[in-house]
């Protein structure tokens, strides 16, 4: 292709870095959607007024000492609210999510999860045998990730005032080793991992919704993700950054590191693991599976002459049986994510906009 | 799924590649601009990377195709005002939420209280009619003749079941009249056509034939895979290196030369042709829309509800018009990529995936990120 001039791009990239800011009048779904709109409300809205050196960084969790004199143990921090639709689909429920999506934002700072809190808001009307399916599935799954949820809250709120159940929890944890992950840690030359297959979450539950009628024996995958955690911290060293790719996918995660440690993370299309059903799913809906979440799987960014020992460990684990390398990081294009198709050309992955939407025609 | 991979396999690509350049080279210059006319085939051809493969003298012009894209301003306008009025449930599909009105888009008025939901067919806004008697459901329809078999049956059932609270706002439009619009254009000059695939399956290869014989222009009906895509545009350079000039259907496995009757006999059951119908960027067509006949008019949302129908110019800064009809390209637009981007798009070319704008912005910008990279080393 002919290209006249580059001005062009860096047009592009500079109005890409401008400072996020929140132009809206109201917040649409958008703005919930985990794309360009919710970074854009995070960091020109509520990190503005929040402003600290620990909310700074943008991590899934904060980490801080208690005492603060360097030697104290370190501390993780996290919350997140649940609010899914439907409650209970194949693999897991909205209880099962609420406690394993707290862990598994400890676990992604290298933090043993150990206590969590729930706060339950629930609409009038909701049946009780409803909510005990809910708490029954909330203690299994805390006991299957090693946690205690030890503090509550619960309000009741009228016939629409929401949507059957809402649940937040939050969570601390402990971190026992030297090592500090961070999204900005990446380095050219490093590797990127992925625990797992691609989007079994997000098109699990969009099926559930029952709007597309589609049948399949798609499940998500919710999981804590601890003991896939503590397995390669035997060997912290050369792990840079992990995080859960929940909303917005593998895609928006890879971003978000990409961006935060300004470097090109290049990754190789036929490396990436999706199951058939999930792919087939696409397929029909024209949705991209590197876009929709998963909750029982991570990335991590790790050095790469550890790369296949992490990788092997990994395999070891239940959660990481399918983990393979899937890309690696480069320093030019800073900020970009870059896919090698299964064609031959490459293409940029941007982060996504809006709610991916099954296409017209 | 193996049957999907089949049409991505890299080796059979290279070979394909091959080919194109091995017959293209024998033709010379000036480069031989081909157009997919789908929006469909836009968004495969950026996604696979497929112009990485092709030798510079083709060149790729990417058509009017996709349906939200040409949608003028004044209908969505319309259909905002249809969808702020109390009792209505507005429904439409996702794409078209976001197409930006003169003011606003239906996602913000979803936010500022409207009632607008997304469907995945006019049946589920049907169902929710019938769910909700004491509301008045419309069902923002648009597409190709693609959709428009979906609607028309919708609306023969809301007929047969006389659900009298379910209305059609009904932005459909046909392919053949912008094909011709596109050949009558004196600014344009193209030697050859990737045909549509999914709204030849309804109306069949057939319809083409005008294109070679009144035109001289080869057209290839293609499939939506990069490989169907790829062997398209082969055939179509074998075609002019022969001096041949023909309708060619690569799509085979899922489009007939007559197209899908029932789906035709659906259509004309339920819609006739506009007089004129505006399309963003080409202006008025003539025949080019479709709309309820007289004896479905009770469906018929525009009559049902007042709605403004005033025609409203395009943005100044916008030139959707010239991309469309690939008198320029994405980023020769002045707002592309800094004022207008897929989260604050200012022209519908870059709302839909399979809008070129979008398309480019999402994937196509690396080889210019690739250059300014070389271009800071060196």
């Known amino acids: 292709m002919e290209f006249t001039t580059s001005a062009l791009f860096e047009r592009v990239e500079r109005a890409r870095r401008r400072k996020p800011r929140v132009k809206d009048e109201f917040i649409t779904l958008a703005h919930g959607a985990g794309g360009k709109a919710m970074h854009e409300l995070v960091e020109g809205l509520f990190l503005d007024y929040f402003r600290n050196p620990l909310l700074e960084a943008l991590e899934d969790q904060a ?3 208690i005492a603060g004199n360097g030697r104290a143990p370190r501390l993780a921090f996290t919350t997140d609210s649940y609010v899914v639709t439907p409650l209970f689909f194949p693999g897991g429920d909205i209880g099962r999510l609420a406690v ?43 006991e299957e990730a090693g946690v205690q949820i030890v503090t509550g809250d619960t309000k009741v709120v009228q016939r629409g005032g929401a949507d059957k159940l809402f649940i937040n929890t939050a969570g601390i944890g402990l971190i026992e080793h030297g090592a500090r992950f961070s999204a900005a840690n990446a380095r ?6 992925l625990s797992g297959p691609m989007g079994d979450h997000g098109a699990t539950v969009m099926i559930a919704r029952g709007e597309l009628e589609l049948e399949t024996d798609i499940r998500s995958d919710v999981a804590p993700l601890w003991q896939l955690v503590e397995a390669m911290l035997e060997t912290p060293a050369g792990i840079r950054a992990m995080r859960d790719p929940t909303r917005g996918g593998v895609a928006t995660t890879l971003n978000e590191i990409a961006l935060a440690s300004e470097v090109c993370l290049r990754i190789d299309e036929s490396a990436l693991p999706v199951r058939d059903e999930v792919k087939g799913a696409c397929e029909i809906l024209g949705l991209d599976p590197l876009y929709l979440s998963n909750e029982g799987g991570l990335v991590a960014v790790v050095a790469a002459d550890v790369a296949d020992q992490l990788v092997a460990r990994m395999r070891q684990c239940p959660l990481g049986r399918d983990a393979r390398v899937i890309g690696a990081a480069q320093a030019e294009p800073p900020g970009i994510v870059v896919l090698k198709t299964d064609f031959g050309g490459t293409r ?14 | 799924m193996k049957y999907v991979d089949e049409y991505r396999a890299g080796e059979i690509a290279g070979r394909l590649a091959r080919e194109i350049r091995r017959t293209s080279a024998r033709l010379g210059d000036p480069p031989l601009k081909l157009m997919e006319v789908c929006g469909g085939h836009t968004h495969t051809i950026f996604k696979y990377g ?8 083709i060149q790729m012009i990417h058509g009017p195709g996709c349906p939200v894209c040409v949608i003028p301003l004044g209908r969505v306008d319309d259909a905002l005002a249809i969808a702020r009025r109390d009792g209505v449930i507005f429904t439409t599909f996702g794409d078209m939420m976001r197409v930006p009105g003169s ?3 239906l996602l913000q008025a979803k936010a500022e209280g409207a009632d607008v939901r997304m469907v995945y067919s006019p049946l589920d806004a049907l169902k929710l009619a ?27 059932a809301a007929a047969q079941e006389d659900v009298r609270n379910f209305s059609v706002f009904c932005n459909h439009i046909m392919i053949v009249p912008a094909l011709k619009a596109l050949l009558d254009s004196p600014d344009l000059k193209l030697d050859g056509f990737v045909g549509p695939g999914h709204v030849s399956a309804v109306i069949g290869a057939r319809v083409y034939e005008f294109v070679p014989l009144e035109y001289g222009k080869p057209l290839v009906v293609s499939g939506f895979e990069p490989l169907d895509v790829l062997q398209s545009v082969s055939m179509i350079v074998k075609q002019i290196a022969e001096s041949r000039a023909e309708v060619e259907n690569q799509y085979s496995r899922f ?14 059951e339920v819609f006739e042709s506009r007089d004129y119908f505006e399309w963003r960027g080409l202006g008025s067509i003539a025949h080019s829309g479709l709309k309820l006949r007289k004896r479905y008019s009770r469906f018929d949302a525009e009559l049902r509800f007042d709605a403004p129908g005033l025609r409203i110019a395009d943005p100044k800064a916008c030139q959707c018009g010239e991309i469309l009809k690939g008198v320029k390209k994405p980023w020769e637009c002045k707002v592309f990529g800094t004022a207008c981007t897929p989260e604050t798009p200012i022209g519908s070319c870059m709302v839909s995936s399979e809008g070129a704008c979008a398309a480019y912005y999402n994937f196509g910008r690396l080889s210019k990120v690739a250059e300014r990279s070389e271009a800071v080393k060196a």
């Open chain 2, 130 to 156: 019938k769910r909700n008697p004491d509301r008045e459901v419309v069902f923002l329809a648009l597409g190709f003749e693609t959709t428009a078999p979906s609607t028309a049956l919708t609306v023969m």
């Open chain 1, 100 to 142: 394993c999506g707290t862990v598994n934002d400890l676990a992604m700072s290298g933090a043993r999860p150990l206590y969590l809190s729930a706060g339950f808001i629930i609409e009038e009307g909701f049946p009780v045998a409803d909510l005990k399916r809910v708490l029954q599935s909330m203690r299994d799954t805390a």
């Open chain 1, 348 to 361: 940029i992955v941007d982060m996504l906009v809006g709610d991916q939407a099954p296409r017209i025609c």
């Open chain 1, 188 to 193: 050219a030359g490093d590797r990127v991992i």
């Open chain 2, 103 to 105: 003011k606003t888009s």
């Open chain 2, 50 to 57: 497929i112009e990485d493969l092709l030798p510079s003298n």
């Open chain 1, 63 to 65: 980490v801080f000492e």
């Open chain 2, 255 to 268: 489009v007939s030369r007559d197209g899908n009757a029932n789906a035709m006999a659906a259509i004309c």
